[in-house]
């Protein structure tokens, strides 16, 4: 579809139970595709931020803000514009490192990607990283081929840049 | 005070005088609460019921309806009506019993996830797990379903919190920092679409169920004359416009009638307001209005643009933004611009009326549809169920107050009808009530003529009997090759029979004439009654296939008066121009 892309919708909610199925239920519903969708506190005690990445052109993304907006508990909802928008994502990765050589080559690769190994075992590391998606896609590609037992991502959350505020 | 008396008292202090339930294991303690209360308790005989006649209520009276059903299958009976119930907008609130805070997620005995279940049919849903909560959870369900765009709210009660003690005292606040309806449209928005109006010559107004919801009725006919504008309505627009007006063409769509299609499609500016272009009334959409520039006034932001693009959105409620912009076009100097369009349309009109007087045997539903007019007053009320005998309705009855006319529009239920015109009599008991009715929908209700009865409700129920599922047989007929699967209702019930059996006086009526009589009679007896209606099951109603233009109807379209000037305007500018 033209103009189709991925935004990063940014939602305060009240932290309430049921607000998160209201939310995604309303994804489903209306047959909106959802990527990614995180939870968490805010600044402001009993409102949660939620970062929502959808695909869709302007018209769905609309329909998308205009929808969020009826939920009651959702208070605020914002696209965020994705050059003025930071976005982080969190992720562990547990390779397997059987061996001295490949875990001093892996733990080379968190190093140039600011990892960090946060958990030894003789057989396996865990690596913890921070970033944009694609540089978390790109450190997760180098250390593919050691062979990868686990990962765990949280999916981006992201505010805007500089002094505004959703 | 425990909680199942703060429910009652709650729903007091919001000044609700009735409620239409059904009791189970869970709502014991509220019953008994109940029991001594002089809260006015109509035990329907079946919690769909319940929901339709809060709805009925609501729509009638424009306050909003209670219903209440138990745990597990309660709810999940009340569903059918809650989600009606949002569709159209009505405000209703559904009280149901849940299983003891201890037991929820348990599967225990009658448990049902009714907030996962309501949250997509509801505007919101509650469940107060703690006794203290419900004051304020009442308060806020009932701010919440009657303001704005309405629609139902659902509060789910567990038992225990019925019985837990709270202090009532305390100070009851709604805190709702996400919901804040835009009321007054922007005045910017307002000032373009008065430009837009003074400068078109071929308008046209397209009022929807919102034009009743927010009262405005008396703004939309002062628009439609400041502006000399035809008015078609959608299905729950009926009865914003009075369609005895000269300038009323009647309802759009699928089923609407020739004029309005017609109009709709030629003219060049489009108004609508309170309605939300449904499929059923657009038609094929790329086909819709596809000469006009379109205004759109709605409450709800999310309706604009969803259906149909629409060059200027105007959010706010009806009532004010008709005032603002009728204030807006004082000042534009409109007077004369459209004449030569509303004569052509009143020819158009003159020249396309449906016809509706037939002496035939079976009785044809125009015919039927006259005489119910003739029976009743203005001030009726009537209920429609869904089908044929609901798109009869639309097309020949003229509905000329608001919420006079009661149907299921959006969510298309049988078994509305009935339950809608019992709720609505309990709201007018000083109001005529008539339910029309197919004998398809209405066996799915029968059984709450023992609620009529029992608690003396007369309403007269129509039953527009062609012994098929009239609206399915005509979709085989037109486009099935006439293959009935399943549509015939054979020869039982005997209506008569089963409303005697309810002791609930009943008719047959078979010939022209005897529908008004015996209608008459009905309202006039004071007593709730049934009339079955013997029709003709071969007749359809012309329509416009789906995915299909608003032009391109299909099946006779039998006119009132032959006449030759029914030329379309296109057509007749075009002979101009090749003059
Ligand atoms: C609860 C429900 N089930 C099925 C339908 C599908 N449906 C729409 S109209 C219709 C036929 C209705 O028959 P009847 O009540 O006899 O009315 P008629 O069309 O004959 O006037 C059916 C089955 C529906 N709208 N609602
Ligand atoms: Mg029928």
Redesign the interface.
């Known amino acids: 579809m033209e103009n189709e892309r991925t935004h990063i919708i940014s939602a305060l909610?009240?932290h309430k139970p049921?607000v998160l199925?209201?939310v995604a239920?309303?994804f489903t519903?209306r047959g909106f595709n959802i990527e990614s969708i995180t939870v968490g506190t805010s600044e402001q005690e009993g409102i949660a931020r939620m970062t929502i990445i959808a695909k869709g052109d302007g018209?769905i993304l609309?329909?998308i803000t205009?929808?969020l907006?009826?939920?009651?508990?959702?208070?605020?909802v914002r696209d965020l514009e994705p050059e003025k928008t930071v976005k982080r994502e969190l992720c562990l990765i547990k390779v397997h490192t059987p061996t001295e050589k490949i875990r001093s080559e892996v733990i080379q690769y968190a190093n140039i990607f600011r990892g960090r190994i946060i958990d030894v075992s003789p057989e396996t590391l865990t690596i913890e990283i921070t970033g944009a998606s694609d540089k978390i896609d790109a450190l997760i590609d180098l250390v593919k081929t050691f062979g990868i037992k686990e990962i765990a991502r949280t999916g981006p959350t992201a505010m805007s840049r500089g002094i505004k505020t959703i | 005070m425990r909680g199942g008396e703060a429910l009652i008292k709650s729903l007091k202090d919001q000044e609700v005088d009735v409620v239409f339930g059904y009791p189970g294991g869970v709502l014991l303690p509220l019953y008994d609460v109940i029991y001594d209360s002089d809260m006015r308790h109509i035990l329907v005989r079946h919690e769909q019921c319940a929901a339709h006649a809060a709805d009925g209520y609501a729509r009638a009276s424009g306050k909003v309806g209670v219903c209440i059903g138990t745990s597990g299958p309660g709810a999940t009976n009340l569903v059918t009506g809650i989600a009606t119930a949002y569709m159209d907008s009505s405000p209703i609130v559904a009280i149901a019993g849940q299983v003891a805070t201890g037991l929820i997620g348990n599967d225990a005995f009658q448990e049902v996830d009714t907030i996962g279940m309501t949250m997509p049919i509801t505007k919101h849903n509650f469940q107060p797990m703690n006794s203290q909560e419900i004051p304020e959870i009442i308060k806020t369900a009932f701010y919440i379903a009657g303001t704005g765009r309405p629609g139902p709210v659902v509060v789910d009660l567990p038992k225990d919190v019925q019985e837990q003690e709270l202090d009532m005292d305390k100070e009851v606040r709604i805190d709702l920092p996400g919901y804040k309806p835009t009321r007054k449209g922007h005045p910017l928005q307002i000032k373009r679409a008065a430009n837009l109006i003074a400068n078109s010559k071929k308008p046209v107004i397209l009022a929807g169920g919102g034009v009743i919801l927010s009262g405005s009725s008396e703004e939309l006919i002062k628009l439609a004359g400041i502006i000399d504008a035809p008015v078609v309505t959608s299905l729950l627009g009926k009865g914003s416009f009075p369609e005895d007006h000269p300038f009323s063409l009647g309802m759009l769509g699928m089923h609407g009638t020739k004029t309005s299609n017609y109009m709709v499609d030629e003219c060049d500016c489009l108004i609508a307001v309170g309605c939300r272009f449904s499929d059923r009334t657009t038609g094929n959409v790329a086909e819709f209005a596809k000469n006009a520039k379109i205004i759109h006034i709605d409450i709800d932001p999310a309706e604009i643009g969803k259906n149909v693009e629409v060059d200027i959105p105007i959010v706010g409620d009806a009532k004010i933004t008709l005032s603002s912009l009728i204030k807006a076009l004082n000042q534009n100097n409109t007077s004369g611009n459209t004449d030569e369009w509303m004569k052509y349309v009143q020819n158009f009109k003159r020249s396309s009326s449906p016809r509706t007087s037939f002496n035939d045997v079976p009785l044809k539903p125009q015919q039927v549809i006259k005489e119910i007019m003739n029976a009743t007053d203005e001030e009726t009320i009537v209920t429609t169920d869904v089908g044929l005998n609901q798109m009869w309705m639309a097309h020949y009855f003229k509905v000329k107050h608001p919420r006079t006319f009661l149907s299921s529009g959006g969510l298309g239920t049988m078994g509305f009808g009935f339950p809608a015109a019992m709720g609505a009599k309990v709201a007018k008991p000083e109001t005529d009530v008539v339910a029309i009715c197919g004998d398809g929908g209405f066996l799915m209700v029968s059984q709450d003529l023992a609620t009529i009865k029992e608690y003396d409700i007369p309403v007269v129920i129509c039953i527009l009997d062609n012994r098929y599922l009239g609206m399915v047989a005509q979709w085989q007929k037109l486009f099935y090759e006439k293959r009935l699967s399943h549509t015939h209702l054979g020869e039982v019930p005997d209506f008569v029979k089963l409303a005697e059996a309810f002791g609930v006086s009943a008719y047959r009526v078979e010939k022209p004439g005897e529908v008004q009589e015996t209608l008459k009679n009905a309202i006039n007896s004071g007593e709730p009654t049934l009339i079955d209606i013997t029709i003709d099951p071969e007749e359809i109603l012309p329509m416009v296939p789906p995915g299909c233009g608003l032009t391109e109807m299909v099946g006779e379209y039998k006119i009132e008066i032959e006449s030759a000037d029914g030329v379309p305007y296109y057509r007749e500018a075009e002979e101009r121009a090749g003059d």
């Open positions: 909610v009240l049921g199925q209201r239920g309303l519903r018209k609309e329909q205009k929808q907006n009826k939920i009651i508990d959702v208070i605020k």
